[in-house]
């Protein structure tokens, strides 16, 4: 079975330009959530899905970060313009359903580098 | 808030040695306990995990046990392997946390031959 996918992996972009990732979900999985790592921390949650429906989008900037999750699968997360501080590796995981003891399933992010 | 703490790393052990990563957290209600773990060049993946006081959560030979009287959630590991090397990450997630993984900062392990 494949796993979450996510692209790209790697990006440079200098600051003030657009930046978008990607994030291809488990098969099946309803629930799909993107968090930002930051280097030498745990991640943080930006926003959570819950089939298309953002369900919980508090963390997320929404100044310069947008996302979406079009028919309820795939997933883009946005930010435009980029800041130095947008340094980070963003992930994307997903999960069968909203449940507090369920198992979150993460791919290997995409590590974004703001000059 | 809510929130998770775990000792600094890098943690550096010799093969064979004993492991103990300290893990405490601050939450309302009774919040499910993760281990999660990520090798080098790859995504978090689950390790184990507790959803309730007092369970054990065991997995690949590290242990790592719910204890409510103390909020703490050590990951414990008998004999390291070289192959054991990664980032390990205390997590809780609950009702009261709107089902939200809050993760502590990570811990670095370094297992030597």
């Known amino acids: 079975e494949a796993g979450v996918v996510q692209s790209p992996r790697y990006k440079i972009i200098e600051k003030k330009q657009p930046v978008a990732f990607w994030c291809n979900p488990i098969s099946g999985h309803n629930t799909l959530y993107w968090y930002r790592q930051n280097l030498g921390q745990g991640p943080e949650l930006l926003i959570r899905y819950e089939n298309e429906e953002a369900v919980d989008d508090s963390q997320l900037p929404k100044d310069r970060f947008s996302a979406e999750r079009l028919k309820g699968v795939d997933s883009t997360l946005k930010i435009q313009p980029a800041e130095l501080g947008d340094s980070a590796v963003y992930l994307c995981?997903?999960?069968?359903?909203?449940?507090?003891?369920?198992?979150?399933?993460f791919g290997e992010g995409s590590r974004l580098t703001v000059l | 808030g809510d929130s998770v703490t775990q000792m600094e790393g890098p943690v550096t052990l010799s093969e064979e040695a004993f492991l103990t990563i300290n893990c405490t957290y601050t939450a309302t209600g009774y919040p499910s306990l993760f281990w999660y773990v990520q090798y080098p060049g790859e995504g978090l993946q689950l390790l184990l995990k507790a959803t309730k006081a007092d369970d054990k959560g065991s997995n690949k030979g590290f242990e790592a046990t719910y204890r409510k009287e103390t909020t703490s959630f050590h990951l414990e590991k008998g004999s390291v392997q070289v192959s054991d090397s990664a980032v390990y990450f205390c997590?809780?997630?609950?009702?009261?946390?709107?089902?939200?993984?809050?993760f502590g900062q990570g811990t670095e392990l370094s297992v030597k031959p």
């Open positions: 995981a997903s999960s069968l359903a909203r449940t507090a003891t369920g198992e979150l399933f």
């Open positions: 997590a809780l997630s609950g009702y009261n946390q709107g089902g939200k993984l809050i």
